[in-house]
C-alpha cells in the first residue's frame, strides 16, 4: 500500500457525461499528478499540482481539468466523456515540488468505463 | 524530449532462471531513471531509481537495474525469479528540466510471465 488512495474505484459512465475523480495525497506530500493509462496510448502524464497551484502539465484534454485543494486532496474532472477517454486514471504524489530525489507513489487508480 | 523504449512486449522466464528486463532511454542532460512494477487490477509499485552514483542499483524485492550511460540503458534484473514476478513492468524518465515539473515518460510496459 502506497498511501495514495483514489476514488472510486470503478465508474461506469455514457458519452457526454460529466465524472469527478478524487485522490488524497500520501501524508506529507504536496504533490499531486495525474496519468491517464490506456491500451492504444500506455501511460500519459496529464497534470501536476504542487501545494495547490499548478506546476506542469501534459497531455491533457480541454475536456479535463484538475484541481488541489487546501487539504491538499486533488480532483480530476472529466466532461463530454467520449467512448476514448475509457481508460485507467492514477494518482500520484511525492513529498515535494520535484526534486531530483523525490520518487512518485501512485494509488491505485480509477477505472473509467464510458459506454 | 525525454523518450523511454522497452523493446520486448513480453519476457518468459522458468522460476528460478535469471530475469532481464530492457529499457534504454533518450534524454538532454542526465537521466533520472526509474522501474515500477504493475500487478492485476493493482497500481503501480515503485521498484527502483538511478539518479547519480554507482551504476548498480539495488531496490525492492530483490531487483536490482544497471545503468549504461554509453549504451542508454536501464536493465532490470532479477537473478532468480520467482512465480509471484509475473507482472507488467515500466520503465520511466523523468524530465531532467526544472521548468517541466516532475513528469514521468513511461515505456510502453514489458510483460513478465514466470513459469513453475
Known amino acids: 500500500d502506497s498511501g495514495v488512495t483514489q476514488t472510486p474505484k470503478h465508474l461506469i459512465t455514457a458519452t457526454g457525461q460529466r465524472v469527478t475523480l478524487r485522490c488524497s495525497p500520501r501524508s506529507g506530500d504536496l504533490s499531486v499528478y495525474w496519468y491517464q493509462q490506456s491500451l492504444d496510448q500506455g501511460l500519459q502524464f496529464l497534470i501536476q499540482?504542487?501545494?495547490?497551484?499548478?506546476?506542469a502539465k501534459g497531455n491533457i484534454l480541454e475536456r479535463f481539468s484538475a484541481q488541489q485543494f487546501p487539504d491538499l486532496h486533488s480532483e480530476l474532472n472529466l466532461s463530454s466523456l467520449e467512448l476514448g477517454d475509457s481508460a485507467l486514471y492514477f494518482c500520484a504524489s511525492s513529498v515535494a515540488e520535484g526534486g531530483r530525489w523525490e520518487t512518485q507513489y501512485f494509488g491505485p487508480g480509477t477505472r473509467l468505463l464510458v459506454l | 524530449a525525454q523518450s523511454v523504449a522497452q523493446p520486448e512486449d513480453q519476457v518468459n522466464v522458468a522460476e528460478g532462471n535469471p530475469l532481464t528486463v530492457k529499457c534504454t532511454y533518450s534524454v538532454s542532460g542526465n537521466p533520472y531513471l526509474f522501474w515500477y512494477v504493475q500487478y492485476p487490477n493493482r497500481g503501480l509499485q515503485f521498484l527502483l531509481k538511478y539518479i547519480t552514483g554507482d551504476n548498480l542499483v539495488k531496490g525492492s524485492y530483490g531487483f536490482e537495474a544497471e545503468f549504461n550511460k554509453s549504451q542508454t540503458s536501464f536493465h532490470l534484473k532479477k537473478p532468480s525469479a520467482l512465480v509471484s514476478d509475473s507482472a507488467l513492468y515500466f520503465c520511466?524518465?523523468?524530465?531532467?528540466?526544472?521548468?517541466?515539473?516532475?513528469?514521468?515518460?513511461f515505456g510502453g510496459g514489458t510483460r513478465v510471465l514466470v513459469k513453475p
Open positions: 520511466a524518465v523523468r524530465d531532467p528540466i526544472k521548468a517541466a515539473g516532475n513528469k514521468l515518460t
Open positions: 499540482y504542487y501545494n495547490g497551484e499548478e506546476r
